[in-house]
């Protein structure tokens, strides 16, 4: 992942340095289970836990090097692991495991802890939104449908929703975690022909990995399972990120990202504000998608093990935890900082002359006897010449004869505390999703 995007706890996850560290903790586990069985020597899984190296730059660039002659990543490692521990104590480093062993155990441990980061920011997130949606549960603003002004809402409904999707989303992640939080030492094609499944046992409890059955690779689904929940995340981020860039426009102004001091919009356009943040956000998640793509098409390997899945993984599985903990947290700041114009939204839902009144006139229409055909028909006539001549919708039904409601019953329909009376019952919801709410 290239370091744009990059946290440095994320990162500190996938480096090199620390996917050596994980392999070799698993072979000294390994080691020290077969010495607890008694297979390998109590003084020898000593002596290589004692001897071990440090996974750091040099050993990284030590098992690169040996690599070029073995054309095997985990046999190199193997190699020069055995080489830095000595002999003959050495030897015993992976006994009668096979390289999916310690990659495959060694990739959920990581994915776990990635998938632990992603599930801390976003509930940072949800805490954001919940409190966001709060301050504006009575902020009114128009509702719109296919971008056309629709009836009356509330922008803090509007983030509400974004905060119940979010707490979906956090469901989702802590499942993947788990699912994907397993391990396998079984052997080549799963057997336990050369392993103790007590070795398993061993190496998993000290992990806090669960031990499940395999062919010699764990299966792929469990991957997939990852790259969904991650681009579930990725793509509420990007339902967000929209909004908020439409919201943004010139002609709508109801929103705004923060503008820090000294920023800059454009190179050549002194008065530019862009929604740059949204608009990172949205070409982000097509990515993440992406890569859900190529984890589902990693499911279905030949026979008990391919390695057409490992090329692909090296990049979907880092890249997808980078992207969306990155997105979360650049969301995250987007929301703490944005800036709510309440005027404007109030102002742009008048603009329409009234028409988001509609629906309560047709149906007002109908409860004093006119038929709904009928209904529509007048009030949609009087819709339209509202907009096309510029007029208050409400003026217009006043003056037809075909409108038999009255002064106070056009009062009535045409009252904007009428349509967000129930504006508590989205809101009422964050308290259950709070995390920091006792009714959790």
Known sequence: MIERYSGP??????????????????ELLATEAHAALGVVPTADAQACRARAPATDDEFVAAVSDRERTTDHDVAAFVDVVQQRIGQPSGSWIHYGLTSSDVVDTALCWALRDAAELIVAATNELLITAIDLARRHVDTVTVGRTHGIHAEPTTFGAKVALWALQLDRD??????????????????????????????????????????????????????????????????TCELVAVELRHLQRTEVGEALEGFKPGQKGSSAMPHKRNPISAETISGLARVVRSNLSAGLQDVALWHERDISHSSVERIILPDSSHLVHYMVGRLNGLLSRLQV?????????????????????LLALVAAGMSRDDAYRVVQRNAMTAWREGRQLRVLLDADPEVTLDGTALDAVFDL????????????ELERIDPRSTAR
């Open 9 to 26: 706890e994320m990162a500190a996850i996938w480096a090199d340095t620390a996917r050596f560290g994980r392999w070799l903790e698993v």
């Open 341 to 361: 114009d309440e005027k404007r939204m109030e102002d742009n839902l008048w603009s329409s002359f009234g028409l988001v009144f509609s629906q309560p006139v």
């Open 417 to 428: 505390a009428r349509s967000i009376r129930h504006r508590d019952r989205v809101a009422a």
């Open 170 to 235: 956090l469901g989702r992640l802590r499942a993947a975690r788990d699912t994907v939080a397993v391990c396998k030492l079984s052997g080549a094609v799963g057997t336990y022909s050369n392993v103790d499944p007590a070795v398993e046992q061993y190496v998993g409890a000290a992990l806090g990995l669960r031990p499940v059955p395999a062919t010699q690779v764990i299966a792929r689904d469990r991957h997939a399972e990852y790259l969904w929940a991650c681009a579930a995340v990725a793509g």
